[in-house]
């Protein structure tokens, strides 16, 4: 059974950086196939596509953040992690990782997803 | 705002049948397939409906969707308490090079 797991501070400070870790049980990151999301949810909005990685290090970024954002991956560890600097309030989300399969690339398609964790930016 | 459009909410009684509408443009929907996902409270989104109208295994066929030019529509039949929830479609968009989705209906079991 595939599982995904948020790590991370629940607070974070204006101007600075928000970290969060998905850690990958049940499949191999480094198998391929499938691409590693996160995506995020506004207090009382929708869902929000923030980037994805594949396990050879390629990734693509909404471009609504792009410049703050990084995604990275450690194949060793099966783990990907989020990177958004300078943050403001306006971060203040739920932030899901989740599971893009290589076939449906260019769908919307995440098959499985973290619980989520919520990271609130207040000083 | 959201990339794809939904109703904000939607209501009906146990055992009859709701429509949640899904609508784009010809970046996304008009040139990609759609998925619809269920939330329930609390929880993470859980796919229910993928390629327009296919359902993962464990999916209940009163669910159907449905795709049409760049609109999409998902459907609940024989509705139950446990449907009562948030429900997002989602697409990928060309122009974005990236998935979008809709802002979410609610729907109520009354």
């Known amino acids: 059974q595939v599982q995904l797991q948020e790590s991370g501070p629940g607070l974070v400070k204006p101007s600075q950086t928000l970290s969060l870790t998905c850690t990958v049980s049940g499949a191999s990151i480094s198998s391929g196939g499938y691409y590693w999301s996160w995506i995020r949810q506004q207090p009382g909005k929708g869902l929000e596509w923030i980037g994805h990685i594949y396990y050879r290090g390629s990734t693509y970024y909404t471009p609504s953040l792009r410049g703050r954002l990084t995604i990275s991956v450690d194949t060793s560890k099966n783990q990907f992690s989020l990177n958004l600097n300078s943050v403001t309030a306006a971060d203040t989300a739920v932030y899901f990782c989740?599971?893009?399969?290589?076939?449906?690339?260019?769908?919307?398609?995440?098959?499985?997803w973290g619980q989520g964790t919520l990271v609130a930016v207040s000083s | 705002q959201s990339v794809l459009t939904q109703p904000p909410s939607a209501s009906e009684t146990p055992g009859r049948r709701v429509t949640i509408s899904c609508s784009g443009s010809r970046s996304n929907i008009g040139s990609n397939t759609v998925n619809w996902y269920q939330q329930l409270p609390g929880t993470a989104p859980k796919l229910l409906i993928y390629?327009?109208?296919q359902r993962p295994s464990g999916v209940p066929g009163r669910f159907s969707g449905s795709m049409s030019g760049t609109s999409a529509s998902l459907t609940i039949s024989g509705l139950r308490s446990e449907d009562d929830a948030h429900y997002y479609c989602?697409?990928?968009?060309?122009?974005?090079?990236?998935?979008?989705f809709g802002g979410g209906t609610k729907v109520t079991v009354l």
């Open positions: 390629s327009n109208n």
């Open positions: 989740a599971r893009l399969p290589f076939d449906y690339y260019s769908s919307g398609l995440f098959d499985y």
């Open positions: 989602a697409s990928w968009d060309d122009s974005l090079t990236g998935p979008v």
